[in-house]
């Protein structure tokens, strides 16, 4: 007679599980989605980024930036997701949207004032890859003029690998 094989142990105890199983930030939000307040509007936002600006003035060592660029559009729904998000398979709706992120990044340099130190660039989303590799180079071309990258800088980007070959990942690289 065959015997039950031996029962396996979990692979994360129960316990630990039992633990972990709180409400939190979805881990896509920029500040996270608790910190969002009424009481923090655009006044408050110029303040926060002439703030900055000041201290960076003051101090060459001050922190530099980290980046996070929300492309919207994706043309499948991955069924996960709860970002903010267009989905369309119209690659053309794009365009209106990198011209108003473009005047976006020029409003922030006139608060933060030219070629601030960045160590961090985010691509997310939707998903940036939804943008030709055109678009794409044109926005790290408008960051890099704005912005100045620091030598070691992390950059990053979500892709969704049903939309990307070879060719493309070449290009991202």
Do not use: W
């Amino acid at each position: 007679m065959r015997q039950a094989p031996p029962e396996a142990s979990p692979a994360i105890a129960e316990a630990l599980l039992r633990d972990l199983d709180v409400a939190g930030p979805r881990y896509t939000s920029y500040p996270t989605a608790d910190r969002f307040v009424d009481s923090f509007g655009a006044p408050q936002y110029a303040q926060a980024l002439q703030s900055r600006a000041e201290g960076a003035g003051q101090s060459a060592g001050s922190a530099p930036l980290s980046l996070y660029v929300h492309i919207p559009f994706c043309e499948s729904v991955c069924y996960y997701c709860a970002c903010n998000k267009v989905v369309t398979r119209q690659h053309g709706r794009s365009r209106e949207y990198l011209a108003a992120l473009e005047r976006e990044i020029a409003l922030h340099v006139v608060e933060l004032g030219p070629k601030q130190r960045v160590s961090q660039v985010h691509l997310g989303g939707g998903t940036p890859t939804f943008l030709s590799d055109d678009e794409l180079t044109g926005l790290m071309y408008v960051l890099k003029n704005a912005f100045a990258l620091t030598a070691e800088a992390e950059v990053a980007i979500e892709v969704d690998p049903r939309t990307v070959d070879r060719q493309r990942l070449l290009h991202l690289a």
